[in-house]
């Protein structure tokens, strides 16, 4: 299917990143035609670096979380006449030059969303998860799947290509790292199409806090969990028999969920 490529945007949610942002906007310049940053809030050197690169700024004046930022990439692209928006992260863990690939799955038509998994197609160049990230990734992926019907790999990647007419009617209001556990919940809820395509798996700074307490793996599953029941009860009218059966069940006195 022929898609007109300047009407995909290409998105990054930044914090505190002057280590690498300027980088990482210069190889995406070479891929990407219109670039929006929303800079959630940096207290460093990112509001100047930015101001070196031919890029549209949405700034914070503190720091709102993860999800919102993605509120606001995917509502400005909807609000600029978008088709698509590609997001990615800016702390070198998303290959810029992977966003053709998210092109191409776009050009093939039948997905509302195009997610980057870091586990469909593992590459021997690939590095290690820590292993607290892969456990809550696995476990939430799992329970995802099993709540929804879905077959993904990878619910927490980034690196992600939704259609704005797709996502235009969803009502995302998780603003931290929980955001991806509503919105699977209401991509499925809306009968959003889904597909994967894999991405590297890299990581590049181990010790990068997710704040909040969330650097423990036990809360941070737990916050994980509660967001995903919390959205799937929301939207239980909406879901699938399948999918309220298994919420029903995981509320049942006695159940671990």
Not at 9 to 29: H, M, Y
Not at 231 to 247: K, Y
Request: net charge neutral; aromatic share 6%; with cysteine.
């Amino acid at each position: 299917m022929a898609v007109d490529r300047s009407r995909i945007l290409l998105a990054i949610p930044v914090f505190n990143e002057a280590g690498t942002i300027d980088g990482v906007l210069r190889r995406v310049s070479a891929f990407a035609r219109e670039v929006l940053v929303v800079d959630d809030g940096s207290t460093d050197g990112t509001p100047e670096i930015l101001g070196r690169h031919r890029v549209t700024v949405v700034r914070h004046a503190e720091n709102r979380g993860y999800g919102r930022a993605m509120q606001e990439i995917l509502r400005r692209a909807d609000l600029d006449g978008h088709d698509w928006v590609i997001t990615m992260d800016c702390d070198e863990q998303h290959e810029p030059a992977q966003i053709p690939d998210f092109v191409r799955a776009i050009e093939r038509g039948h997905a509302d969303v195009v997610s980057g998994s870091r586990y469909l197609m593992p590459d021997p160049a690939d590095d290690h998860a820590p292993q607290d990230r892969r456990a809550v990734n696995l476990a939430i992926t799992q329970e995802i799947n099993a709540r929804l019907g879905l077959s993904i790999t990878d619910a927490f990647c980034g690196f992600k290509a939704y259609r704005t007419a797709a996502v235009r009617h969803l009502r995302l209001g998780v603003d931290g790292y929980d955001f991806p556990m509503q919105f699977w919940v209401q991509a499925v809820a809306h009968g959003l199409e889904i597909s994967e395509i894999p991405v590297r798996r890299i990581y590049k700074d181990l010790s990068r806090s997710f704040g909040g307490g969330l650097d423990d793996p036990t809360v941070r599953l737990h916050a994980y969990r509660r967001t995903l029941h919390d959205e799937l009860r929301r939207c239980r009218h909406r879901l699938s028999p399948r999918a309220t059966r298994a919420l029903d069940a995981a509320s049942a006195p006695g159940s671990a969920g």
